[in-house]
């Protein structure tokens, strides 16, 4: 098939996923910014305040962390740092607020789709939010042994809070669909050209090693490497569109979104938490042995129980 011919195809079903994207994310970002305008998200947050002894963190972050789990990561940075001159939070502390939230942000835009090609919501969800919780518990576990990052939290940045209210989100939304659009054109343009020029087998040979670790086959590589790179919402673009254009096997895109949902946007995400405060070495290097280790013990699992309903498709999801 001539390239322009294939650029023409690929493009018209860029935009046939993203209009599919907007469908799920809108109405549900518009609830859970809802659900921030009218105070529920403050109102439920002491609910998780003593959980937030797990991580040695301060009783007041499980607002923080709840508005990043239904909100988003930014959401969750604004609420943080309105409350850290009070706190005095450390670099561990930081550091282990870091791992929760770069790990488990956004869950209801972000599961949902995940769903839209197969996996079930809520499994995927609770998946991704224990993993947070086990990764964040296991890093202050360390700190508190070693005394490590014992200091005072030093950003070398700090987020505005921004327009707030729906202007603010209005704004915000409307921003992310266009930068969502450009990005998904441009890299199914560029996964094209490097198709052709036989660029992207080496770059998948060179991945091969450690997704085979995670259970990973050859047909998952794509998307799952764009997510690992890029995000969740790039990578479960590229895999419903790789689900439509081809069968794939359903524990292959389970396993492929598990992974993603531990450790994806490694570049971005990481270097904003570097930059408010937390230790590079623990949220990228830790997150990612965690990631592999975590998956690999899910797909073990699976493979012990060949049924298990957790691999099941979420019916809701495609309607």
């Known amino acids: ?42 109102a439920v947050s002491p609910w998780l305040a003593p959980a937030m002894q797990l991580f040695g963190l301060p ?3 499980a607002l923080a962390w709840l508005t990043g789990l239904l909100v988003g990561m930014w959401g969750g940075v604004v609420v943080l740092f309105t409350l850290v001159p009070t706190l005095a939070l450390s670099s561990a502390d930081m550091t282990v607020f870091s791992a929760l939230l770069l790990l488990a942000h956004a869950i209801p835009v972000e599961q949902r789709i995940v769903a839209r090609a197969g996996p079930n919501f809520w499994a995927t969800s609770i998946i991704r939010i224990a993993g947070a919780m086990a990764f964040a ?29 729906w202007l ?45 670790l995670v259970g990973l086959k050859p047909e998952a590589l794509p998307f799952t490497t764009v997510g690992l790179l890029l995000g969740i919402s790039y990578g479960s673009g590229l895999m419903l569109a790789e689900v439509r254009r081809q069968p794939i096997e359903p ?8 992974f993603m949902g531990f450790a994806h946007s490694l570049i971005e995400d990481t270097l904003i938490m570097v ?4 230790d590079i070495a ?28 957790v691999a099941a498709s979420d019916s809701a999801s495609r309607s």
Do not use: N
């Open 59 to 61: 009783p007041e972050l």
């Open 251 to 258: 524990r292959q895109i389970f396993i492929a979104s598990v």
């Open 168 to 212: 603010g989100f209005s704004y915000g939304l409307a921003k992310t669909l266009v930068v969502m659009l450009a990005v998904l054109l441009v890299l199914t343009w560029v996964m094209e050209l490097l198709r052709a020029a036989g660029i992207l087998d080496v770059l998948y040979r060179a991945l091969a090693p450690l997704f085979r």
């Open 282 to 309: 623990s949220i990228l290097a830790g997150r990612l042995i965690f990631a592999i280790a975590a998956t690999a013990a899910i797909a073990f699992v699976l493979d012990r129980f060949s049924d298990a309903p």
């Open 1 to 42: 098939m001539p390239l322009q011919t294939q650029f023409q195809r690929k493009t018209i079903e860029t935009f046939a996923v993203y209009r599919e994207l907007v469908v799920v994310m809108v109405p549900i970002a518009i609830a859970t910014q809802a659900l921030a305008e009218f105070g529920v998200i403050k």
């Open 275 to 278: 930059a408010l405060g937390a």
């Open 137 to 165: 518990a296991l890093l202050h576990q360390l700190f508190a042994a070693t005394g490590w990052l014992a200091q005072p939290m030093a950003p070398v940045w700090t987020p505005a809070a921004g327009e707030v209210g």
